[in-house]
């Protein structure tokens, strides 16, 4: 005992309350229906939950999945494209072409989550093989073409490093009003994972998430604020597995394995489907409470590297002339979430 205080109970430092709480607010960017499916392109480094995330994608009959590109993250970016081209046949959609992008961020260090997501990129988990190449145009030109060649604006669910998202606002301004919603997973209002200050997908590349968040393109935020109450736990693997199903199985293992690095780490029981969490939000209009915030990306080279600083107070805003520039996911209902996922995977071959 120090000073009267139980030193085991952080409580009150942990607790302090955000400075400000923006009010959760009507959700501003696009989602699907059964009855007018969203055409969707997800951006991604596969990965554990990457893998979820396309799976849930390609059940669920609200979105129209153009195509996945892939971005160097959690592992190599030609890792990500064999594990994108494998998980799409898992889950039978040899249909949905795959494209490889960058292979690291536009400057800066090239960042890994292997220790996370293991060397693979998906664990020890063994998936068929694809008879399919990827895509020899690339992402960034796959992407221009749907853009450009879809009859209504399509939705961009990145859910790795923003540098492919860049280097299309780049290469092809005059696309982004052709970019209906883009529905990215990271950043956060509060600590990083990957830093103190930042999360990984944001800090894997910050200045690419810079030109991202501030292109003026309907932008959601789906941070670690929100992720972090997106939680499996082995029951839901368990039940994953029992679906009895190829892709079943490949999410349980692939959940299981993230569970095992958690406990291994921190003794933690629970894991956070992060980029799931940015599908959900596409295919179900009231599952994520959204905020607005301005958020802007440091890209300094110091301790805050890579934070998403986000800004909801009115009075502040006012101050110093900036607007809202995303909705940012604030509350998520954890059991409807597992549910959704179970009943996505109920589905899959
Ligand atoms: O911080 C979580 C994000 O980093 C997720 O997209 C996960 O796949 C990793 O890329
Ligand atoms: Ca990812």
């Known amino acids: 005992m120090s000073a009267g205080v139980n030193l085991d109970d952080w409580g009150p430092v942990h607790a302090v309350p ?5 009010r959760a607010g009507e959700r501003t960017a696009p989602f699907g229906t059964r009855e007018r499916p969203l055409p969707l392109i997800i951006d991604s480094d596969p990965g554990l939950d990457d893998a979820l995330a396309i799976g849930l994608a390609c059940a669920s009959p609200e979105v129209r999945l153009l195509a996945v590109t892939t971005v160097g993250g959690n ?6 494209t064999e ?6 046949h898992a889950y039978g959609r040899d249909d949905v072409p795959v494209a490889e992008g960058a292979a690291g961020a536009l400057l800066g260090d090239v960042v890994r989550a292997t220790e996370v997501h293991g ?7 063994q998936l ?3 008879p399919n190449p990827a895509r020899p145009e690339g992402a960034v030109a796959l992407m221009a073409r749907l853009l450009a060649e879809s009859p209504e604006p399509v939705a961009i669910a990145p859910i790795g490093p923003l540098t492919n998202i860049a280097l299309l606002l780049r290469a092809y301004p005059h696309l982004a009003p052709r970019i209906a919603h883009l529905c990215l997973m990271g950043g956060s209002i509060g600590e990083g994972n990957t830093t103190a200050a930042a999360e990984f997908n944001i800090v894997a590349d910050p200045e690419a998430a810079d030109v991202v968040f501030r292109s003026g393109v309907p932008i959601t935020m789906i941070g670690l604020d929100v992720t972090h109450q997106a939680l499996l736990d082995r029951s839901a693997a368990r039940a994953l597995r029992e679906l009895g199903s190829e892709s079943g199985r490949i999410a349980a ?7 095992d690095r958690n406990l291994e780490w921190s003794g933690a029981t629970t894991t956070a489907i992060h980029d799931a969490v940015a599908i959900a939000h596409l295919v179900v209009p009231d599952l994520v409470a959204v905020a607005r915030y301005h958020v802007a990306v440091e890209t300094g080279h110091g301790p805050a590297r890579g934070r998403t600083v986000c800004d909801g107070l009115p009075y502040r805003l006012r101050r110093h002339g900036r ?27």
Do not use: K, Q, W
């Open 253 to 259: 293992e692939l959940t299981d394995y993230a569970l």
């Open 323 to 349: 607007e809202p520039n995303a909705d940012v996911g604030i509350l998520i209902d954890r059991g409807r979430f597992e549910r959704l996922l179970l009943d996505a995977y109920a589905r899959l071959p």
């Open 119 to 125: 060397v693979s990129g998906v664990g020890n988990t």
């Open 83 to 88: 594990n994108a081209l494998r998980l799409l």
């Open 18 to 22: 955000t400075f400000h709480r923006a």
């Open 75 to 80: 592992a190599d970016v030609t890792r990500c």
């Open 128 to 130: 068929p093989a694809s």
